[in-house]
């Protein structure tokens, strides 16, 4: 059986409700996203085979998701952090596109933060450890959604903007593997199944 690349985005914040652009700062899980974290891990104890490396971003809301899910995390990294917004941080779209109109993260520069270029060399980076990584075990990536989104196109071999094409909602889980080398996006925005 070949082994998979999971990707988990964090449960539910405050500023992922409300839209407001999170990268460094750590903002906590609410009620809600704490238990989007608890039902995402029945669905990744369903997808999950053998042996697994977990890797998570070292943010609160990333570690408590991995937490919650019931996954042990082996190795907490920056590489798996959220794009850095710089002068972004904590603004929404709608409030940028005052002073920038039509902007986007992955379309126009972010003053003092990370470019796109910048997010997919770190993409690839940790996409060649978890390549390596994955001849032994499934591999968990607990991280964000943007930074999530450009793991996504990296993988199949689009370019880091191209992440713009994929969702990924809070919690949500997306499973990348292979068909006959041929990378591939399995499953994409599994979103956890929550009780009535």
Not at 28 to 45: C, Y
Not at 80 to 96: C, H, K, Q, S
Not at 107 to 121: L, M, N
């Amino acid at each position: 059986m070949a082994h998979q690349l999971f990707l988990l985005r964090h449960g539910q914040t405050e500023w992922s409700v409300n839209g407001r652009h999170t990268g460094r700062t750590d903002v906590p899980l609410t009620a809600a996203g704490e238990e989007q974290a608890r039902a995402a891990g029945g669905t990744l104890r369903m997808l999950l085979g053998g042996a697994k490396l977990v890797l998570s971003s070292p943010r609160a809301r990333a570690l408590r998701t991995a937490e919650l899910a019931g996954l042990l995390v082996d190795e907490v990294t920056e590489d798996l952090a959220e794009w850095d917004y710089g002068d972004y941080e904590g603004v929404t779209t709608p409030v940028i596109r005052e002073q920038v109109p039509g902007w986007t993260v992955w379309t126009h520069p972010i003053p003092g933060g990370e470019s796109a270029a910048d997010v997919g060399a770190r993409a690839d980076k940790l996409l060649d450890r978890a390549r390596r990584e994955i001849e032994n075990g499934d591999v968990v990536l607990v991280g964000h959604g943007h930074f999530s989104r450009v793991l996504v196109a990296r993988w199949i071999g689009l370019p880091a903007t191209s992440g713009v094409h994929f969702g990924l909602d809070p919690a949500g889980l997306a499973v990348l593997g292979d068909e006959r080398g041929e990378p591939q996006i399995e499953h994409l925005n599994l979103l956890p199944a929550l009780e009535a």
